[in-house]
């Protein structure tokens, strides 16, 4: 069964610096791979979406990961943190077998210090 | 479009009494999952519907909770009685399998912040 591991669950960065939030993942196959994000008090928002067309996808707010198959990992990243990416970060790959289910990780919280 | 609408935003109960819980998926999205997220656990799937029929519901948690979807553009999440272990964040997502099959985003509502004392 797939399943998908955040190797960090609390990420602290200086403002301005580096954002690594790192994901391995399991599957038997050729997953879909989604790095969800949570701002306190919200809903789940998708950040990008891996779907074997490229390795490096580029999500929104200038947050990117890149899928290695021979690492079996999906690392989220980003240049420059800003205070508003404060949140909790979600791995997430699709279960096999068509279905529309998705495993989710255990969230990586990213504070971000000034 | 509005996106997933959920309602209540909050509620808070007593132990024992009936809840519902309420999602209006994106129009036009075919499948709808319910979730709970807690600190503990994390975020759990409960249920989900494709077209209206409820695929799997093996994550509900006991015969305390029932969901429906009469409709394609109205779901419920039934707690009866309810217990003060029941609290948590639910939220309700939606999603259109699109030509690349499986893995499709799914979108999600704010949630529905439950609170049974």
């Known amino acids: 069964a797939q399943s998908v591991t955040q190797l960090d669950s609390h990420v602290s960065v200086s403002e301005g610096t580096p954002v690594l939030l790192r994901c391995n993942y399991s599957?038997?196959?050729?997953?879909?791979l989604f790095w969800y994000v949570q701002h306190p008090n919200k809903g789940l928002q998708l950040l990008l979406k891996y779907t074997s067309a490229a390795t490096l996808v580029k999500g929104i707010n200038g947050f990117e990961a890149e899928f290695k198959k021979s690492e079996t990992s999906f690392h989220l990243t980003k240049p420059s943190a800003h205070m508003s990416d404060a949140a909790e970060y979600f791995c997430v790959v699709s279960e096999e077998g068509g279905s529309e289910k998705l495993v989710f990780g255990k969230g990586t919280k990213l504070t971000v210090n000034p | 479009d509005a996106g997933v609408i959920q309602s209540p935003r909050h509620e808070v109960t007593e132990m024992g009494q009936e809840v519902t819980l309420r999602c209006k998926p994106i129009?036009?999205?075919?499948?709808l999952f319910w979730y709970r997220q807690t600190m503990m656990r994390g975020l759990e799937l409960l249920i989900y519907f494709n077209n209206n029929v409820p695929i799997d519901d093996s994550g509900m948690p006991e015969d305390r909770f029932s969901a429906k979807m009469p409709n394609a553009s109205f779901s419920t999440l039934k707690i009866q009685p309810s217990e003060p272990r029941d609290s948590a964040v639910y939220f309700c997502a939606s999603s259109l399998i699109g030509w690349e099959g499986l893995g499709n985003e799914q979108f999600f509502g704010p949630g529905t912040r439950l609170t049974v004392l």
């Open positions: 129009s036009g999205h075919d499948y």
């Open positions: 599957s038997s196959y050729s997953p879909s």
